[in-house]
């Protein structure tokens, strides 16, 4: 935890960064440093290696009081060990079961960084139950959850924050998106997201599950099969029962950025079609399914054509030679922007005064900029839209999906954004959705 010394140096910081905007409630007001009880009251479903990063950073906005994860060892021993929720000698609660968490009325806000597989699941319930949700990215497992949970988002009237802290870097994408909307590059004709491929594996041999687990629970909404240590904790992103491999791990980074800063954040709006013929995946496929299920499935290799109606192109590729990032090419100029830097000729040209502070705010729906989880706690406090909200990242989501599922059957997919629906093809289309396992099926949105 964090000295008190060092918590108001950081508030006194962030109060400084608020200042841009006129009004601004101060950081120390909006996160109540000083007395935990003014504090919004967190529970934290899912607190494994990102789960518990998280809850760390967490730790100093709000009051962690309950704790959830199916591995004692893995999630609660860990969390634990990192001293989250734990002030003045109080412990939080810890539960293995999350439901245990929504039932609870002195609870505001929670995270939800599990596996893919229960992220709508666990965050609809989370809504329902009138809780504020923060939930990891990808959002989603398929298209139909992306409908489902920008339903309930409207339903329900939370605040939600999707994970992707990339929308938060200020020298990196942000700047790329002011630079793109204000036109310094033109009309962007092509982009090229370098998301990186999944890892491959040979055959994995099956054991006994770990005391610590429940996998039965791990496995929820998803079908089962039998324990695999790396079907689980960070290495279940590589199958398909669980996640989108690339296309939605770094998918729903570079893709949500993409398409933010090009302002395609709408329902409505997005790529028409999706060509999958160069994906390779690392096991022989059928029918878009894998005929093995002891190895990696997702895509290793692959460049997907996502084609726009007004002609403009988003490669969607495992490697390129700018590395991992994003690549915008416009009429008048081209940048490449990673996490680590952004570079290119349009950068030269570009004015001293061409980026005010007011287009941060602007970005951050009228909010000061600062950082990714104090942005949420704000908007908890003081009303408005998150930086990275539901309605704009599920339109990214579409495309991580789409492309995945061009890459599973090895062809071209079309897809008309307006009516949100695969046209032509009744296999891709059968995709749209999964089949939840009994007793873990998806809440009703009355």
């Not at 949700?133 to 939370?158: D, H």
């Not at 390779?280 to 878009?288: N, S």
């Not at 109606?309 to 590395?323: A, F």
Request: with cysteine; net charge neutral; proline share 5%.
């Amino acid at each position: 935890m964090l000295s008190r010394r060092q918590f108001l140096q950081t508030s006194t910081a962030l109060a400084a960064g608020a200042a841009i905007v006129p009004g601004a409630r101060s950081s120390s007001k909006l996160y109540a440093a000083d007395s935990p009880n003014e504090q919004l009251r967190m529970g934290c479903i899912g607190v494994g290696s990102m789960g518990c990063g998280d809850a760390g950073h967490f730790n100093r906005l709000c009051n962690i009081v309950a704790l959830a994860d199916v591995d004692e060892e893995y999630g609660i021993a860990r969390a634990m060990r990192a001293g989250i929720g734990c002030r003045d000698e109080k412990r939080p609660d810890v539960y293995k079961d999350y439901r245990r968490v929504l039932e609870r009325d002195d609870i505001d806000v929670v995270s939800v960084v599990t596996p893919d597989h229960w992220h709508v699941k666990i965050a609809i319930e989370a809504l329902q139950s009138g809780k504020h949700v923060f939930c990891q990215k990808p959002l989603t497992l398929t298209l139909e959850e992306n409908i489902l949970i920008r339903e309930a988002c409207r339903k329900y009237g939370k605040v939600f924050q999707v994970g992707t802290q990339q929308r938060s870097q200020r020298d990196q994408f942000m700047k790329a998106a002011i630079m793109i909307r204000k036109g310094f590059l033109g009309e962007i004709r092509n982009i090229v997201c370098d998301i990186g491929g999944s890892p491959t594996s040979g055959p994995l041999a099956t054991e006994a599950v770990p005391a610590s687990l429940d996998w039965e629970m791990w496995q929820g909404p998803a079908p089962r099969h039998d324990f695999i240590p790396r079907r689980c904790h960070y290495e279940y992103r590589w199958w398909y029962e669980y996640s989108g491999g690339k296309f939605t791990d770094w998918g729903a980074h570079h893709i949500d950025c993409a398409l933010w800063a090009l302002n395609l954040q709408t329902q409505g709006t997005g790529p028409i079609s999706f060509d999958g013929t160069k994906a390779k995946h690392p096991v022989a496929f059928k029918d878009g399914y894998p005929e093995v299920d002891n190895q990696y499935n997702t895509s290793h290799d692959f460049d997907i054509v996502c084609k726009f109606e007004n002609g403009m192109e988003m490669h969607v590729v495992s490697g390129s030679p700018d590395g991992n990032g994003i690549l915008f090419e416009g009429t008048k100029g081209r940048i490449h922007v990673s996490r680590g830097r952004i570079k290119g000729g349009a950068l030269d040209t570009l004015p001293q005064d061409a980026i005010t502070p007011e287009d941060y705010v602007a970005l951050y729906n009228g909010k000061p900029y600062e950082g990714h989880k104090e942005n949420f706690i704000r908007c908890i406090r003081e009303g408005g839209k998150p930086v990275s909200d539901v309605e704009s990242h599920v339109q990214a989501m579409h495309c991580c999906h789409l492309c995945g599922i061009a890459a599973r059957l090895n062809r071209e997919v079309r897809w008309d954004p307006a009516a949100e629906k695969i046209v032509g093809d009744d296999q891709a289309a059968s995709f749209f959705g999964r089949e939840m396992y009994r007793g873990y099926e998806m809440p009703t949105i009355s």
